[in-house]
């Protein structure tokens, strides 16, 4: 049996959804069937729009989608400085010849790892499937995630 | 040998418990056996007076009992604007027909979802057995907590 | 087989670090093998310095690593009030005989807790093997860290 790494991203973060593509990446890289579902804030990493948008059915849901942004307007979750640290990380990476985030979530489709999308988190944000990047292979719910990530190594981001 | 989801549940945000909620119960759902391990923060979840209340041994704990509160009084970890977004949040989850915080609380009770709360965090908070719902089953520590999650998928949230 | 849990310690919260050494030590206890991966901010747990300090390659890298701090200066990841929380907290711990953050750390040692350090969050942030404590036994890649936490519990803290 192959082995098997699934990750719920819910965290929006910079620092946390990097940790997410480095597990998925790394993991992939080395044989693993990977699967991410994301849900509620992590639902801005598959946002085809990556900067702040007013994405969302109601005006309620847009303004909540334009402060939620998307990929390249992600906080850090600590001493996030107004949004300073992201830029000094992003900055550091490139320095230091460590994948960005963005080019960690382009490795990812590239080794063939499985995006899913939150069918319950979209609703109550008002998302449809044509907000996300064409590499979301369906929208699910909990039910269908745990019967894909069963046997394997799950986490929670 | 039926499959099976533990779920450290250390958070009180508003969505992260909603989070937990939501893979208890479609767990649960479907058949899994589901525990899950109140900790910490977490423990806001269970306490029998869902709003802020000044519960805990000496005035520090009783203090803390009060900022801390209860599900209905708990923030969303991002953009809580004050409280408001937890409002909005339960607005938009009527609105859209996704099931509420409390809602997916009464079904994982209906659903024989295994509640336990952490002994140490009680200890540190000054919470004692009677604070806390009676559908929560036993007062365990973690090496009790690993055992009931042996051989199965276990979460952090 | 012997059980194992494996911990990707990422936060450098007081209190989600004390919810990594509880579990590991509590693990370790009941005769687990226990691999803690330390990166990002949960590199706090393991620096020598234990308070704020300027350390990291380049001027950036120095001012986040003093914002950063060492153990004793760990944030609560809610209601920290300014650094008080922690305080608080350590005082209770003491008061109710339970083992404070430090005590925990260093149960772990005694347990033979396996520590390691993620080598890409030490390239971001500057930071080399001599600035951690003696007892991190290697500093390994996810690829290496997945191989160690196979067929066992893994969690994300």
């Known amino acids: 049996m192959s082995k098997k790494l699934s990750i719920v991203a819910f965290s929006g973060d910079f620092d946390k959804l990097t940790a997410v ?4 990446t790394g993991a992939a890289a080395t044989g693993y069937e990977v699967n991410l579902f994301f849900t509620f804030w992590g ?13 969302g059915g109601t005006w309620l849901t847009k303004m909540f989608g334009f402060f939620m ?3 390249r ?5 600590r001493l996030n400085f107004w949004g300073i640290s992201p830029r000094i990380f992003r900055s550091l990476m490139r320095k230091n010849n460590v994948a960005t985030l963005e080019e960690l979530v ?16 979209m609703n109550i944000l008002g998302l449809k499937r044509e907000h996300f990047i064409p590499e979301v292979k369906d929208v699910i719910g909990v039910a269908t995630f745990l019967k894909i990530a069963d046997d394997g190594q799950t986490l929670f981001i």
């Open 73 to 77: 307007s992600t906080p850090v979750s």
């Open 106 to 121: 382009d490795s990812a489709k590239v080794l063939g790892v499985n995006f899913y999308a939150c069918e319950m988190a």
């Open 43 to 55: 639902l801005d990493a598959i946002k085809q729009k990556q900067g702040r948008a007013f994405i």
């Open 69 to 71: 942004g998307g990929l």
């Open 21 to 24: 593509f480095t597990l998925a």
